[in-house]
Nanobody, 117 residues
Framework: VQLQASGGGLVQAGGSLRLSCSASGRTGWMGWFRQSPGKERAFVAAIGRSSVITNYADSVKGRFTISRDNAKNTVFLQMNSLQPEDTAVYYC??????????????WGQGTLVTVSS
């Protein structure tokens, strides 16, 4: 399965962005991770195939929402109340779920989100 992430850009603090991740085929658990300069890749959010189960990093709870449209093989990350510390390259990934990147077998190319203060 190939993943294509999109939707990144430049936004002011307090603003919103919606990331999309299109898959070339059927996917199971899907996750979003992010990586800031000089930092390791960090878990952001994940969603099971049925959308019943989702989980979020504490830093984004209440601000970000992950969702999916299985008919379109697409996963979304709605990001609200963005802050400069959310600046990072955001990656979507597919695999068996959880918060560890090692649980994910295939990755998109990343999309850059820049939040200005």
């Amino acid at each position: 399965v190939q993943l294509q992430a999109s939707g990144g850009g430049l936004v002011q603090a307090g603003g919103s962005l919606r990331l999309s991740c299109s898959a070339s085929g059927r996917t199971g658990w899907m996750g979003w991770f992010r990586q800031s300069p000089g930092k390791e890749r960090a878990f952001v959010a994940a969603i099971g195939r049925s959308s019943v189960i989702t989980n979020y990093a504490d830093s984004v709870k209440g601000r970000f929402t992950i969702s999916r449209d299985n008919a379109k093989n697409t996963v979304f990350l709605q990001m609200n109340s963005l802050q400069p510390e959310d600046t990072a390259v955001y990656y979507c990934a597919g695999g068996s779920g959880g918060t560890y990147s090692r649980n994910y077998d295939y990755w998109g190319q990343g999309t850059l989100v820049t939040v200005s203060s």
